[in-house]
T-cell receptor, first 113, second 113 residues
Framework: DTAVSQTPKYLVTQMGNDKSIKCEQN?????MYWYKQDSKKFLKIMFS???????INETVPNRFSPKSPDKAHLNLHINSLELGDSAVYFC????????????FGQGTRLTVV | KNQVEQSPQSLIILEGKNCTLQ??????????LRWYKQDTGRGPVSLTI?????NTKSNGRYTATLDADTKQSSLHITASQLSDSASYIC????????????FGGGTRVLVKP
């Protein structure tokens, strides 16, 4: 009965490959997010979707393309992976509104070699 | 530029002792401030959420304070337990489209027996 689940938990791949990370939430939330946690442990938002509609798109290379087939899923596809893409990627969800709690997935540790 | 700074970066305390973590922010317009606990290899979990009108909020042995005038917050851990070993992240939400969250770099707490 995991609230926000991401797969895979670990991903090791070579430079230049294309990979996807999947995220699903069963909380009935209407907003989902992708965050990147770098080596210094800062979490930075990449994308935010509300009811399948993109509402936040930070300065992220267009090699990163989120896909939201429905409001319970927000997948992240990355083309032409680079060494600098190595990080932990977190999916999160919340109900729209200023004071709602965001629930995070367990993270996907991506290592590009 | 919206920023959240935390101090100290890390600290070690003995089991049973208290400690206080600090957070300074420049996020504007301010909506709310959250403290998250992140265990190693896991996603962040919310401890408290405070709006500008709230000075203090408790969650068990965790007590957060907020001074919206000086833009400072603190998280006090009382009678620390080994399970308190984690990173504690201060997160500030701005009143803007998508309620964008700005994350601090976290304070790594290690509780020793």
């Amino acid at each position: 009965d995991t609230a926000v689940s991401q797969t895979p938990k670990y991903l090791v791949t070579q430079m230049g490959n294309d990979k996807s990370i999947k995220c699903e939430q069963n909380l009935g939330h209407d907003t989902m997010y992708w965050y990147k946690q770098d080596s210094k442990k800062f979490l930075k938002i990449m994308f935010s979707y509300n009811n399948k509609e993109l509402i936040i798109n930070e300065t992220v290379p267009n090699r990163f393309s989120p896909k939201s087939p429905d409001k319970a899923h927000l997948n992240l596809h990355i083309n032409s992976l680079e060494l600098g893409d190595s990080a932990v990627y977190f999916c999160a969800s919340s109900q729209a509104g200023s004071f709602t709690e965001a629930f995070f997935g367990q993270g996907t540790r991506l290592t590009v070699v | 530029k919206n920023q959240v700074e935390q101090s100290p970066q890390s600290l070690i305390i003995l089991e049973g002792k208290n400690c206080t973590l600090q957070c300074n922010y420049t996020v504007s317009p301010f909506s709310n401030l959250r403290w998250y606990k992140q265990d190693t290899g896991r996603g962040p979990v919310s401890l408290t959420i405070m709006t500008f009108s709230e000075n203090t909020k408790s969650n068990g042995r965790y007590t957060a304070t907020l001074d919206a005038d000086t833009k400072q917050s603190s998280l006090h851990i009382t009678a620390s337990q080994l399970s308190d070993s984690a990173s504690y992240i201060c997160v500030v939400s701005a009143r803007a489209a998508g309620n964008k969250l700005t994350f601090g770099g976290g304070t790594r707490v290690l509780v020793k027996p």
